[in-house]
T-cell receptor, first 114, second 118 residues
Framework: DVKVTQSSRYLVKRTGEKVFLECVQD?????MFWYRQDPGLGLRLIYF???????EKGDIPEGYSVSREKKERFSLILESASTNQTSMYLC?????????????FGSGTQLSVL | AQKITQTQPGMFVQEKEAVTLDCTYD???????LFWYKQPSSGEMIFLIY??????QNATEGRYSLNFQKARKSANLVISASQLGDSAMYFC???????????????FGKGITLSVRP
């Protein structure tokens, strides 16, 4: 089974701190994604990457950056955490074959910024 | 403009009955994929079913089927013989396939909460 692992299930940080959210997948998938999920807003795409060292902005990239130095690892960085970044963060990876695709998600990181 | 629309309020269904969760989408790309995901209270996102825009038949996966009406741009999820474990939030999503570089961007709807009553 594909496994997408997010390093922390719960995280509490202070305003202004630099925060790293790590995500690792074990299936050699090319595509990786970071979403945030907020009540009433569904999942919103922050950044995604379709190859090592490649990244694309999603719908809400402001206040975030990403790093993909190795294929299996996709990191989300909050340079200076703010309270409006309190949210559930979901990492995902996918592989496309013949137009068909499944997106595999990690179990999420609930981040609270105080 | 919103690309995926899920407008139903919280849905309720009796155990063993069928239920339809609505999803409409908006795209000018002739090549796209449609997905449904389930998110139980534990928070994990579980893939349920996929429909490609060129697929001739509606997708089915066990008790899940996708009622794909291309002209109406709708991709409703049908769950047959509901079980208590089906209580969860359900998300519809779409990926537009024609854009180079960004061809893996997946857009989600806001979700629908389904509650199955015993």
């Amino acid at each position: 089974d594909v496994k997408v692992t997010q390093s922390s299930r719960y995280l509490v940080k202070r305003t202004g701190e630099k925060v790293f959210l790590e995500c690792v997948q074990d299936m050699d998938h090319e595509n990786m994604f970071w979403y945030r999920q907020d009540p009433g807003l569904g999942l919103r795409l922050i950044y995604f990457s379709y190859d090592v060292k490649m990244k694309e902005k999603g719908d809400i990239p402001e206040g975030y950056s990403v790093s993909r130095e190795k294929k299996e690892r996709f990191s989300l960085i909050l340079e200076s955490a703010s309270t409006n970044q309190t949210s559930m963060y979901l990492c995902a990876s996918s592989f496309v074959q013949g137009g068909n695709e499944k997106l595999f998600f990690g179990s999420g990181t609930q981040l609270s910024v105080l | 403009a919103q690309k995926i629309t899920q407008t139903q309020p919280g849905m309720f269904v009796q155990e063993k009955e069928a239920v339809t969760l609505d999803c409409t989408y908006d795209t000018s790309d002739p090549s796209y994929g449609l997905f449904w995901y389930k998110q139980p209270s534990s928070g994990e996102m579980i893939f349920l079913i996929y429909q490609g825009s060129y697929d001739q038949q509606n997708a089915t996966e066990g008790r899940y089927s996708l009622n794909f009406q291309k002209a109406r741009k709708s991709a409703n999820l049908v769950i047959s013989a509901s079980q208590l474990g089906d209580s969860a939030m359900y998300f519809c999503a779409m990926r537009e396939l024609s854009y180079t570089g960004a061809n893996s961007k997946l857009t989600f709807g806001k979700g629908i909460t389904l509650s199955v009553r015993p």
